[in-house]
């Protein structure tokens, strides 16, 4: 078994910071890619930012420059730093991680259960 738990959602004011965190746990061999989805009411899922096993990354260009992602692999454990939020930013985050449980098997993607982000004055 595999459990992503994520951890540091809440409410705060524009302008405000958040970070986010998420841990992956149960029978892990190795973690490829971990990132952040996030969904806002009546919207599909979007990519937020990814971090690759080669510590590349990607961010959707709503958030470049005000978020930063980053993982300790020892920990198994991706964060992500929300600064300069906007009510825009309000949605579900979720955290994802590609995972190998067994040596010399692919990659399966499993998913945290959402932390709630409210950006509003």
């Known amino acids: 078994q595999v459990q992503l738990v994520e951890s540091g959602g809440g409410l705060v004011q524009p302008g405000g910071s958040l970070r986010l965190s998420c841990v992956a746990s149960g029978s892990i061999f190795s973690i490829n890619a971990m990132g952040w989805y996030r969904q806002a009411p009546g919207k599909q899922r979007e990519l937020v930012a990814r971090?690759?096993?080669?510590?590349?990354?990607t961010y959707a260009d709503s958030v470049k420059g005000r978020f930063t992602i980053s993982r300790d692999n020892a920990k198994n454990t991706v964060y992500l730093q929300m600064n300069s939020l906007k009510p825009e930013d309000t949605a579900v985050y979720y955290c994802h991680a590609d995972i190998v449980r067994i040596r010399n098997n692919g990659a399966l993607r499993y998913w945290g259960q959402g932390t709630q982000v409210t950006v509003s004055s």
């Open positions: 971090m690759s096993s080669d510590d590349s990354t």
